[in-house]
Structure formats: structure tokens, C-alpha cells
């Protein structure tokens, strides 16, 4: 079994910061990419940005220059410092991870429960 614990969200007014974190435990044989999706009311969930075992870094173009994306590999925990935020970035946010399992060794997408972000204007 594998969980994803997610904590950082929270009210914050526009152009202040939060980071998010979300650490991974369970059956997991290796870790190759983690991630930071969102979801607005009535909108479908986004990417907001995505790092591979190896470095390799995506971004949304709305948080490009705002949001950095960082992993610890020994604590399995993925970082998202949110810096000059705007209203449009409220959503709940949602941690993800591609792993192979330490039980079935095969890739699989895993979710965390989601954290809620609320930018007042």
C-alpha cells in the first residue's frame, strides 16, 4: 500500500507564499517522478508542475517564474514553494508520484488527498 500525506495549504492574501510538501511512504520499490496537480471549482485538474527522479522539471505556463518544484530522494517528499500568489491559483492541490511498487514492480500513478490553497484578493 502506498500513501501520500500532503500539508502547507492554506488563506493567504495575494502576492504572500506557501510551500506544500507531500511525503510518500509504503510499498515503493523507486520513485521516478513527482508532482503537483490542482482543481478549481468547476474545472477539470491541472498540471502545475512535475519533477522526474533524474531533474527533469515541467511547469505550467501560469506558475512559470512563481512556483519551484523541488524532491528530497532519501525523505521521498516533493516540495512546491508558491511564491507571489494570485486569486486564480486557488484550488485544491494534489500531490501525485509515478513509482514501481516494491510488491508488483510495475509503474503505477498514486494520489495524495489533496490540500486546499485560498489566495483572497
Known amino acids: 500500500q502506498v500513501q501520500l500525506v500532503e500539508s502547507g495549504g492554506g488563506l493567504v492574501q495575494a502576492g504572500e507564499s506557501l510551500r506544500l510538501s507531500c511525503t510518500v511512504s509504503g510499498s515503493i520499490f523507486r520513485i521516478n517522478a513527482m508532482g503537483w496537480y490542482r482543481q478549481a471549482p468547476g474545472e477539470e485538474r491541472e498540471l502545475v508542475a512535475r519533477i522526474t527522479s533524474g531533474g527533469t522539471l515541467n511547469y505550467a505556463d501560469s506558475v512559470e517564474g512563481r512556483f519551484t518544484i523541488s524532491m528530497n530522494n532519501v525523505k521521498n517528499t516533493v516540495y512546491l514553494q508558491m511564491n507571489s500568489l494570485k486569486p486564480e491559483d486557488t484550488a485544491v492541490y494534489y500531490c501525485?508520484?509515478?513509482?514501481?511498487?516494491?510488491?508488483?514492480?510495475?509503474?503505477?500513478?498514486?494520489w495524495g488527498q489533496g490540500t486546499q490553497v485560498t489566495v483572497s484578493s
Open positions: 501525485m508520484t509515478t513509482a514501481v511498487g516494491s510488491r508488483t514492480y510495475k509503474e503505477s500513478t498514486y
